[in-house]
């Protein structure tokens, strides 16, 4: 059986606390079983983004986020800065 993850290929600090966003990891990972069911289903997957809150980021109330999913390749960013960048791949569960 297959499942899909996210394997992030770019990691940047964010622009409100120090270190990465583990909060906008969580949501990639989470974004990547919809997009890879979509995938298995029609053969391709879909381009989408949106912006989005995350409730489990400490700085939620100032920080509002833009994600882009294009060609497999998902990425996440504060205003002008792409904190996450990666794509979706398949694998086998175990």
Do not use: Y
């Amino acid at each position: 059986m297959r499942h899909e993850r996210f394997e992030p290929i770019h990691c940047a600090s964010c622009p409100l606390k120090s270190g990465p966003c583990l909060a906008g990891l969580e949501f990639l990972e989470t974004l990547s079983v919809p997009l890879g069911l979509a995938r298995q289903m029609t053969g391709e997957m879909p381009d989408l983004e949106g912006r989005v809150q995350l409730n489990a980021c400490p700085a939620r109330a100032e920080c509002a986020l833009h994600w882009r999913a294009v060609d497999g390749q998902v990425e996440l960013h504060s205003g002008e800065q792409r904190l996450w960048q990666g794509q979706v791949t398949a694998q086998l569960a175990q």
